[in-house]
């Protein structure tokens, strides 16, 4: 058991932050705003098949690779979840999942509906964050605005976005991110509540609980 040596209890057990949301909503934005306002969140660096976009860096916003490489490691179930999304693969590290966890690191993902019903299938405590649009509208006036996709491409994630947005249920908490501001605060609330769980303050409590008990 890890102890952290400031105070020499036991550190608690990281906690595991999904955030989906359809394309457009603003969540790469949020997720950026939201790694300066809250310390000790690491970001889950994805594998996928897609190229990089202009500015992306392999290790950064994923590590790119190869579609039969990503089926080897599928093969040798390296991913803890994985999804085929606009015609491309994505998965999650299992193992940068559970080292993250064992030292008390809170680890936030960027995964679609799909990736996170698996993921919560294995890992229930996981805390599913959905995004979503004031309206559909909205969501197709960005997507045609930010100029970065086709036509083609653009119906396609509109049609994909009602799909996605049917399983908002399936959530801990809901976030319409109509303001940025109070969108990236209400995203740091959850956070921070999360990290308060009893689950999450188990280890720490039960040594405290020690001194009470004289156990």
């Known amino acids: 058991m890890k102890v952290d040596p ?12 999904v955030i989906s949301a359809p394309s457009g909503t603003g969540k790469s934005t949020l997720i950026t705003r939201l790694r300066v306002l809250v ?5 889950s660096v994805s594998y996928t098949t897609r190229p990089p976009r202009a500015g992306e860096e392999n290790g950064r916003e994923y590590f790119f690779i190869s579609p039969a490489e990503f089926k080897r490691r599928m093969a040798q179930k390296e ?3 994985w999804a085929q999304v606009h015609d491309h693969y994505y998965g999650t590290s299992w ?7 064992e030292a008390g ?3 936030l993902l960027d995964i679609d509906v799909q990736g ?12 599913g964050i959905f995004l979503l649009p004031p309206s559909f509208p909205d969501l197709e006036k960005r997507l045609r605005h930010r100029h970065k996709d086709a036509p083609e491409s653009i119906a396609k994630r509109l049609e994909a976005s009602r799909k996605e947005v049917a399983h908002w249920k399936e959530y801990d908490y809901l976030i319409v991110n109509d ?7 209400s995203l740091r609330s959850v956070i921070l509540a999360a990290r308060l769980r009893r689950g999450c303050q188990e280890r720490r409590v039960a040594e405290i609980y020690k001194t009470f008990s004289g156990g």
């Open 6 to 17: 400031a105070n020499k209890l036991p550190k608690r057990r990281g906690s595991i932050f």
């Open 116 to 127: 996170y019903k698996k993921l919560r299938r294995r890992l229930p405590e996981t805390v």
């Open 179 to 185: 303001r940025r501001s109070m969108a990236a605060q």
């Open 105 to 107: 690191q809170d680890v």
């Open 95 to 101: 193992q940068q999942l559970q080292q993250a966890q």
């Open 79 to 81: 991913f803890i979840e």
């Open 39 to 43: 310390r000790g969140l690491a970001f």
